[in-house]
């Protein structure tokens, strides 16, 4: 298992910027495909971004095609998620966790607690 960390959530503008941060320990996080998820109330977790672990090949979701954008540090054991041109569909408590080797759902591993991450004007 890895454990996870989300961060950098926060309010924003519609338009605005924000940059999540998912910071993981344990098992040498180079290993695994990672991904970004979003909540909103009463919702299950959607998978918006994914990024293989050796590659880097990227997989996102049509809603944020060309406005976010995955990236990792392996050395720092670390994922980000740019969130740009943001709009209010865009609310929601966002997670990273693994993801499969066809980049398109969750494993079995423990949630973090995930960042809030709300846009509104």
């Known amino acids: 298992q890895v454990q996870l960390v989300e961060s950098g959530g926060g309010w924003a503008q519609p338009g605005g910027s924000l940059n999540l941060t998912c910071k993981a320990t344990g098992r040498p996080f180079s290993w695994y495909n990672m991904g970004w998820f979003r909540q909103t109330p009463g919702k299950d977790r959607d998978l918006v971004a994914a990024?293989?672990?050796?590659?880097?090949?990227?997989r996102y979701v049509d809603s944020v095609k060309g406005r976010f954008t995955i990236s990792r540090d392996n050395p720092q054991n670390t994922m980000y998620l740019q969130m740009n041109r943001l709009q209010s569909a865009d609310t929601g408590v966002y997670y990273c966790?693994?993801?499969?080797?066809?980049?398109?759902?969750?494993?079995?591993?423990?949630w973090g607690q995930g960042t809030q991450v709300t846009v509104s004007s």
């Open positions: 990024i293989s672990w050796g590659s880097g090949a990227t």
């Open positions: 966790n693994r993801v499969t080797s066809e980049l398109d759902a969750a494993l079995n591993n423990p």
